[in-house]
Nanobody
Framework: QVQLKESGGGSVQAGGSLTLSCVVS?????MGWFRRVPGKQRVWVSS???????YYADSVKGRFTISKDNAKNTLYLQMNSLKPEDTALYYC?????????????????WGQGTQVTVSS
């Protein structure tokens, strides 16, 4: 059974930084982060493959860094130079397989989300 639990969200001013964490168990595939603004669909932010290859949406490239610590069973999202448009509920997600990690499709397991609010 896959379990994903996010933490680390909060409120920050524009230009600030936050690091999200996701403690995982039972994950057998690619891991990633998504975000959702109220009234809109969930949007892919970043993902990571088994060998640590990382992928990013254009909107966060150069500002966000995804990483994983296999010993701690934890996925991270370091967010720098935050903008008000980064305000969203952030979700940790996982696929069943370590394949096509660059794709935003086929994520099957989700955490509950952690709120990030960036003020101008």
């Amino acid at each position: 059974q896959v379990q994903l639990k996010e933490s680390g969200g909060g409120s920050v001013q524009a230009g600030g930084s936050l690091t999200l964490s996701c403690v995982v168990s039972g994950v057998t595939g690619c891991m990633g982060w998504f975000r959702r603004v109220p009234g809109k669909q969930r949007v892919w932010v970043s993902s990571i493959s088994a060998d640590g290859t990382t992928y990013y949406a254009d909107s966060v490239k150069g500002r966000f860094t995804i990483s994983k610590d296999n010993a701690k069973n934890t996925l991270y999202l370091q967010m720098n130079s935050l903008k008000p448009e980064d305000t969203a509920l952030y979700y940790c997600a996982a696929k069943a397989l370590w394949a096509y990690c660059e794709s935003s499709y086929s994520f099957t397991d989700w955490g509950q989300g952690t709120q990030v609010t960036v003020s101008s």
